[in-house]
């Protein structure tokens, strides 16, 4: 790497209680310019203004069409994967914030930001859950990458979107009743960890379809695949889950895991995918600040 190239910091940025997702569809023969133009007048994602943090992504064709030198090779769009269905769109925006009126107010001040260009596919605003638990009752991050070693397993260290980040965007809706009418015991055994204190069960007692033995997986190289997970859970009383987003300097490791939890493989599959069903998928590319200035100085601007 030539340089210091700056990785969006919203995506590493820790304490914020209050998130919203916002997806976006461009309209048909708007001009990819004119998107990232519209993108460059929400509030400049090198600081946290008011107490908010944006990250920015596009989705593949668009960023590709934006900045050609910029996307990196393996950028592709969401495919279905066993029961996980493909929603592709165009612009992911992540708002995250110490309140939920402060993400509110921006995500409005985004769709008005992006209204002469494309249409809200979805929204999903969401909050953490006691101390970081998924709506479940698990602690959701215990084997996250620490932040320190996070810009690594993240980030694109070299060539073609240099600096940028991989993104997976899942929505999961769970069925907690019949996951709750689980015992303690059968619960920890689809997770593969203690649900009070986030323990990893003991090799002889993690079943083969526990999640944790699903998504732990080799490369090639033979090392562990990482990724880093940012996701959060949301609910109201009548439907409850998990918003799945995380970063990764490649591709390749979401299908990896993806394809061990929702195929069959030689007849295990996660078993948290019998509690918990994913109704979207999408992939997206956070490019550098740096990229985003090249696309359109207007970023730099203050
Ligand atoms: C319903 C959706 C999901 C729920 C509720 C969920 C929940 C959890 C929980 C409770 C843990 C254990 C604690 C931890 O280390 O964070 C975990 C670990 C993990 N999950 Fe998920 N997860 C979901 C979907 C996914 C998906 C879609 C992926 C990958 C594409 C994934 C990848 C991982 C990884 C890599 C770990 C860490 C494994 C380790 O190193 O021990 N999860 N998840």
Redesign the pocket.
């Known amino acids: 790497m030539s340089g210091y190239v700056a990785a969006q910091p919203g995506i590493f940025a820790q304490g914020t209680r209050a998130h919203y997702y916002l997806e976006f569809d461009v309209r048909g023969g708007a001009d990819p310019d004119a998107v990232i133009s519209a993108l460059s007048r929400l509030r400049e994602p090198a600081v946290t203004s008011g107490g908010a943090n944006i990250v920015i992504a596009l989705g593949p064709d668009l960023w590709r069409r934006i900045a050609p030198d910029d996307a990196p090779a393996g950028l592709q769009p969401f495919v279905p994967i066993g029961t996980a269905p493909a929603t592709q769109h165009d612009v992911f925006l992540w708002l995250h914030g110490t309140n939920h009126d402060v993400v509110l107010d921006m995500a409005r001040a985004a769709v008005v930001a992006l209204g002469g260009v494309a249409d809200l596919a979805t929204e999903q605003p969401a909050f953490v859950y006691l101390d970081s638990r ?1 709506m ?1 009752g ?7 990458p620490p932040i320190w070693e996070a810009p690594d397993v993240a980030i694109v260290p070299e060539g073609a979107g240099v600096g940028g980040s991989f993104v ?1 965007v ?1 929505r ?1 809706v ?1 069925d907690l009743g019949r996951f709750h009418a689980l015992s303690k015991e059968d619960q920890e055994g689809v ?1 593969g ?1 203690t649900k009070p204190d ?1 323990v ?1 069960l003991a090799a002889g007692v993690k079943p083969a379809t526990a ?2 033995a699903r ?2 997986v080799d490369d090639d190289e033979g090392n562990e695949r990482e ?1 880093f ?1 940012r996701s959060t859970p949301f609910g109201t009383v009548h439907e409850q889950g ?1 918003q ?1 987003v ?1 970063f990764c300097r490649e591709p390749e490791s ?1 299908s990896v ?2 394809h061990r ?1 929702l195929d069959d493989d030689g007849g295990v599959h996660d078993r ?1 995918t019998d509690f ?1 069903t994913p109704v979207s998928g999408s992939f997206y590319f956070a490019p550098s600040i740096d990229a985003l200035v090249r696309a359109c100085p207007a970023f730099d601007d203050d």
Do not use: C, K, P, Q
């Open positions: 998924d479940t698990f602690v959701d991050g215990t084997e996250n997976l899942m999961w769970h997770i960890r986030s990893e999640h944790i998504v732990v990724i997970r998990l799945f995380a979401f895991m993806l939890m948290l918990s």
